[in-house]
């Protein structure tokens, strides 16, 4: 993993939407993403893969090319995203903006936990993906991203 925190983390997985561009309120552009992560596996003495949704997460890329991302990414693409994992506490509100409370008044909240992406790389994009874009390069050493997911992580399993 790059840098020296035990706090990075490596998914892949599918977009379940379109990728949304925003801005901070001092102009960086931000890419908002959310994957499925599925885990495929066989059954003892099934020839048959089968899949299992391990879960969704919110990935935000600040930056760096995030302009780029949004427009290259589409729904159904399979990615990878290497960052860390962070957490938020928000208020729960209503469609209209209101403030959801509980009975003696007190606001409901809830942590958000998201990937704060510092790489984001296309591995293999559906029928209705936009094209290739990828935010991490393999150095000659094969320490990129896409280096350690063949050392280290398994991807679809194909079938002849």
């Known amino acids: 993993m790059s840098g020296s925190s035990q706090n990075e983390d490596i998914k892949t997985g599918y977009l379940v939407k379109a990728p949304h561009l925003g801005e901070t309120k001092d102009g960086t552009p931000v890419c908002n993403l959310r994957i499925k992560v599925v ?65 003696d008044g007190t606001p409901v909240s809830v942590d958000d936990i998201y990937i704060n992406a510092s790489s984001v790389e296309l591995l293999e994009a559906s029928s209705g993906g936009k094209g290739s874009q990828s935010d991490a390069q393999d150095d000659a050493s094969g320490n990129g991203l896409m280096g350690r997911l ?11």
């Open 39 to 103: 885990r495929y596996f066989k059954k003892p003495g099934d020839e048959k893969w089968s899949d299992i949704v391990d879960g969704f997460f919110n990935v935000v890329r600040f930056g760096g090319n995030a302009k780029e991302l949004c427009k290259a990414l589409g729904k159904g693409d399979e990615v990878a995203v290497e960052g860390r994992l962070r957490s938020r506490r928000r208020e729960l509100r209503e469609r209209d903006g209101t403030v959801i409370t509980r009975k």
């Open 150 to 160: 063949k050392r280290g992580f398994r991807r679809r399993p194909t079938t002849c």
